[in-house]
């Protein structure tokens, strides 16, 4: 069983901060590595895929980069708003396997 | 577009009881999945079928069988239920089991057996 870590588990913020969370994973036969954003009452939705170390990808003011050497990813919140209070998930896929292993989560509140 | 739907929303089984969980896909996605979520843990992965015809076991299958009923459905059966699968289900689906490829979800089954 593949070992997916997220840390933190939660963190609160206040509105206008900025905030980061890190995905660690095994840096042995990494494929690819998928960032989900998971709002209460509705289901996981993909924010990001990233297959190549050094890639940093961004959607608004959310970004990711990816260290498939040392076997982490982190993802950036800048100016964190009420709205990107959710869950989010990485999920790592090997080459050995179709299957994703998701992490547990890094819960984030933004306090108005 | 629904994109991933998923019947019943909630259930509540008694211990052996057995059930089906149904998941249809409108996007003409290839590969299905299904996930269960518990408290504390990440969403782990008991079924998958690559391709209409095609099933293959995930992290924890016991207690569990599926169909792949045609291209847009896949369901979940529990035969006889246990209190250990009380759980949040998940569907999803993705354009091909290629491990880069975006998985999309359904909202979700709550399931307790009592």
Redesign the interface.
């Known amino acids: ?1 593949l070992n ?1 870590e997220q840390s933190p588990q939660s963190l609160h913020v206040q509105e206008g901060d900025s905030t980061n969370f890190t995905c660690s994973f095994p840096s042995s036969n990494f ?2 590595l ?1 960032w989900y954003r998971w709002e209460t009452a ?5 924010l990001f ?1 990233m ?1 190549l170390n050094g890639d940093e990808k961004k959607k608004g003011r959310i970004s990711a980069t990816l260290n498939t050497k040392e076997g982490y990813s982190y993802l950036y919140i800048k100016g964190s708003q009420p709205e990107d209070s959710a869950t989010y ?1 990485c ?1 790592f ?3 050995g ?9 890094t819960k984030l509140s933004v306090i108005p | 577009n629904a994109g ?1 739907t998923q019947t019943p929303k909630f259930q509540v089984l008694k211990t052996g009881q057995s059930m089906t969980l149904q998941c249809a896909q409108d996007m003409n996605h290839n590969s299905m999945y299904w996930y269960r979520q518990d408290p ?6 008991i079924y ?1 079928s ?1 391709s209409e015809g095609t099933t293959d076991k ?2 924890v299958p016991n207690g569990y069988n599926v169909s792949r009923l045609n291209k847009r459905e896949f369901s979940l059966r529990l035969e006889s239920a246990a209190p250990s699968q009380t759980s949040v289900y ?1 569907c999803a689906s993705s354009p091909r ?12 089954t709550r399931l307790t057996v009592l």
């Open positions: 069983i997916v494929y690819a998928h509705k289901s996981p939705e993909a895929v297959t998930l999920a896929s090997g080459a396997s179709y299957q994703l292993t998701f992490g547990k989560g | 991933v504390g843990m990440g969403l782990r992965l998958y690559a995930g992290e998940f089991t290629g491990r880069e490829d975006t998985q999309y979800f359904g909202p979700g």
